[in-house]
């Protein structure tokens, strides 16, 4: 800078006012450094320090961020720094600079445990969120759906079938493979270790139980939510990343009533058709097994599946799908909302849609579970 000073101090009593000048950009790096640095060391006794900016040509992250340490260095010793004068076009860096969080970089046991405990604290912090965000998006979808009640023809009809197709059309091959393995997995282990009680016939039990009451709606509505649920949040994210999301609100439509109700409402039609083409798909491949692994006719299984299994057991299954299907459809739409401007946020909270919604919907099943044991179904 050919001499010139890019921060002169003055001081009235324990107060310290800095002015800055020139261009605090990386060009002038060395110099500027220096003198914050020797700021700092000269005027470590006052109180309060104001430092106006207003002379201040220029203004890179560089400068931004020296500036920031010229802060944090008077505030840590207790005082009071304000910053004056500063073009508005440089705000929006000086906030993001001033909440990034250095490492203080101490090992000692003490901050170990500090750090477990904070790490404890944003996680309970990110849960309640979380919970927040799905209740919030649990009033958004009962008003859009009043509204779409109260007037029909603002319903996305077209859009609806059109993830129907994606949701449940698309995906009865891979759900009914995958059942069917899994009905055919669960006979030949329970003929296995059944036989050596001289009761293999009690395996068409317990196949007709497990995969009407548990493994069949929670087998595909794990497979949905990270089939569906994954490609919901996506879709979404990808959506904000765009401001296309911004554009409708703009435009004055309803984001929620728009991209998430016809999405919710498929998932809620499909789920349930999935899960009974998938139950009869593993009963079929459980009975396959039976009958080529264990010796049992088709005949005797049909007649001791109908023995084994009631209406009730049936209806188990049938009710938990569409309470599952709604909770994988507001997870992944929150979290698809929740992306912020990048690539990596979209990963993120694609990941986070698939394991939230997975482990919710374990939850509700142990939770119906629970209730249907209470009222005897």
Known sequence: MNGTTLLEGTTDGDRLRLAGAGAWTNANARALESEIDAAARRYSGVKAMAIDMGKVERLDTFGAWLLERLLRAFSSRGCETQVVGLKEDYRALMDDLHNVKLDTGQNGRGNKITQALASIGISVVGVGQ???????MMGALAVALLRVVARPTRLRFTAMVHQLDNVAWRAVPIVMLITFLVGAIIAQQGIFHFRKFGADIYVVDMVGILVLRELGVLIVCIMVAGRSGS??????????????????????????????????????????ILT?????????????????????DPEIYLQRLKEAISMDTFKVGMIKAPFMALVIGIVACVEGLAVKGSAESLG????????????????LDGLFAIFFASIGM
């Open 130 to 136: 979380m919970l927040t965000a799905v209740v919030n």
């Open 231 to 272: 490609a919901y949040t996506a879709e979404l994210g990808a959506m904000k990343m765009r401001e296309e999301i911004d554009a409708l609100r703009t435009m004055g439509l309803d984001p929620i009533e728009v991209l998430v109700l016809p999405r919710i409402i498929a998932l809620i039609i499909g789920v349930p």
């Open 276 to 296: 009974f083409l998938g139950a009869m798909a593993a009963l079929y491949g459980g009975g396959l097994v039976c009958w080529l692994y264990g010796g049992i």
């Open 348 to 363: 993120l909270q694609t990941t986070a849609s698939v394991v939230e919604a997975i482990f919710l919907v374990i939850v």
